[in-house]
């Protein structure tokens, strides 16, 4: 079973900045899309950014010139760089692979941004 596990979630104020990790069990170059999903309280799980196999990449408008989506192919990682961050960012943050039809969820990690 693929295993995603995010990582560098934590407590952060507003205007700060924070990166997020997701290292893979596999190569990551098996996904034909990776990306990072966020889910706050008593709201649905909507998509942040992605990055394609082929290294294009995606936002959503709410993140877009604040957040980065990268990877590191040889460390089987993917990263969200987070910068500028608001209140309205808080939420637990899921990493997502999908491998043709196929997609694998992390744990999510907590993200939660002060005023």
């Known amino acids: 079973q693929v295993q995603l596990v995010e990582s560098g979630g934590g407590l952060v104020q507003a205007g700060g900045s924070l990166r997020l990790s997701c290292a893979a069990s596999?190569?990551?170059?098996?996904?034909?899309?990776m990306g990072w999903y966020r889910q706050a309280p008593e709201k649905r799980r909507d998509l942040v950014a992605t990055?394609?196999?082929?290294?294009?990449?995606d936002y959503a408008d709410s993140v877009k010139g604040r957040f980065t989506i990268s990877r590191d192919n040889a460390k089987d990682t993917v990263y969200l760089q987070m910068n500028s961050l608001k209140p309205e960012d808080t939420a637990v943050y899921y990493c997502?692979?999908?491998?043709?039809?196929?997609?694998?969820w992390g744990q999510g990690t907590q993200v939660n941004v002060s005023s």
């Open positions: 997502y692979a999908q491998r043709s039809l196929k997609g694998s």
């Open positions: 596999v190569s990551i170059f098996s996904f034909n899309v």
């Open positions: 990055i394609t196999s082929g290294g294009s990449t």
